[in-house]
């Protein structure tokens, strides 16, 4: 997989051909006919651009980092394992029922109202709508077989079993949802959503996940997140996790976020990873009051002494890189290869070496060594 880091030097008439690419993109995507206004994400997923076997290598090696001389280290190693391999089996089957993409939708506000959003698969040439449904949908019966035996070391979490829904073909998509979706979208009218279709043609990454940053600002879920301590968005969104800010913030609280059309975190998954977010502005002032505030944050996350503590010497390397780059009316953060690795071997590292914010210094935690408890997977 080719690295999706942005050239700002390529040429006025290749900037210009892709743009149209991507508008062309845009007008035929997919997933438009399932947007409307309560849509407030989507998650867009390459699955024939996946190698798990380059992510199970890549994780190996994180870990091996992050864990040396952990007493967690081989109970950890095992259940990323364990996740890989049920995720290597499902990608499987998606494939050989003729799956290549899937689109995610989600529709925060219905969460706890069994509208949550649904996943649209396109039926392209050699997909079987059949057998895609029994990816998603456990044979019959299956939703009534007990949960894993929390004693049996190579039982998988309790968190990969599939879960249970429905599936249609609508159009020329096969969608999976729970019943009360399914159902409501038979018949359900599109609503445009501009935003969302060129925010998921901003590149070719394997994944692309894009928002509306106006549209999560007062979702009570993502409220609900802030006051957990929850991850509140994309780099720089102001939500908690992100550096200085408070844990009832909530996500995209600062003003400047009002002025951003649409947000795109685009993912190149190993063996050469990278990521990249592109926040489009409704203008240039727009776009460099975001990057002003963008830095702000950076500064915070390097005066920030969790920060500090998580990344140590790398601290400097990891801000640096995340710095935005402004063109026109879009703010880019790359972060490349290097960066990624950093960041994922330090935040593997926290969770192990029980750093602030780690899972076993939550209030309530089970003291280190202790057992996990298998009903709440793993404190998760």
């Known amino acids: 997989m080719k690295s999706i880091s942005h050239r700002w030097t390529v040429l006025v008439a290749t900037v ?28 867009y997923v390459d699955a024939s651009a996946i190698d798990v076997d380059a992510i199970s290598a890549w994780q190996q090696k994180l870990m091996a980092t992050a864990a040396a ?48 959003g649904e996943i649209v698969v396109p039926l392209g040439p050699g997909a079987n709508a059949d057998a895609l449904a029994k990816v998603f949908v456990p044979a019959e019966g299956a939703a009534d077989q007990p949960p894993p035996d929390p004693n049996d070391p190579n039982a998988p979490p309790q968190r990969f079993r599939r879960p249970v829904g429905a599936t249609a073909v609508i159009g020329s998509s096969l969608v999976y949802s729970t ?31 894009v928002f509306s940053p106006t549209s999560l600002k007062n979702t009570p879920f993502l409220r609900a997140m802030a006051m957990r301590g929850g991850a ?19 996500a995209f609280q600062d003003p400047q976020w009002d002025n951003v059309t649409w947000g795109a975190v685009l993912i ?33 996350m390097k005066n920030d002494p969790q920060a500090q503590q998580t990344y140590g010497a790398d601290l400097d390397k990891v801000t640096d890189a995340m710095a935005p780059v402004i063109d026109g009316a879009k703010v880019t953060v790359n972060i490349d290869q290097k960066t990624v690795d950093v960041m994922a071997s330090r935040m593997a590292s926290m969770r192990m070496n029980n750093l602030p914010g780690g899972r076993r210094n939550r209030p309530g935690a089970m003291p280190p060594g202790a057992p996990e408890n298998p009903d709440n997977n793993g404190g998760m």
């Open 69 to 116: 001389n952990q007493p967690d280290q081989q109970r950890q190693s095992q259940r990323a394992e364990q996740a890989l391999n049920k995720a290597k089996q499902w990608i499987g089957d998606f494939k050989q029922a003729g799956g290549k993409d899937l689109y995610a939708v989600a529709q925060l506000n219905g969460l706890f109202m069994g509208q949550p």
């Open 268 to 300: 190149t998954l190993p063996p050469n990873e990278s990521a990249q977010t592109v926040f489009q502005c409704k203008d240039n002032d727009s776009a460099n009051a975001l990057a002003t505030l963008l830095r702000q944050k950076i500064q915070d």
């Open 179 to 209: 019943s009360t979706m399914v159902q409501g979208l038979k018949t359900a009218q599109p609503q445009p959503r501009q935003d969302l279709t060129d925010a998921l043609a901003a590149g070719d990454a394997p994944i692309r996940i």
């Open 232 to 250: 509140g968005g994309p780099p720089g969104a102001g939500g908690p996790g992100a550096p200085g800010a408070p844990h009832n913030a909530g």
């Open 16 to 43: 210009t051909a892709g743009f149209l690419t991507g508008a062309v993109r845009a007008a035929e995507s997919p997933v438009t006919p399932f947007l409307n206004a309560q849509t407030n994400a989507v998650i």
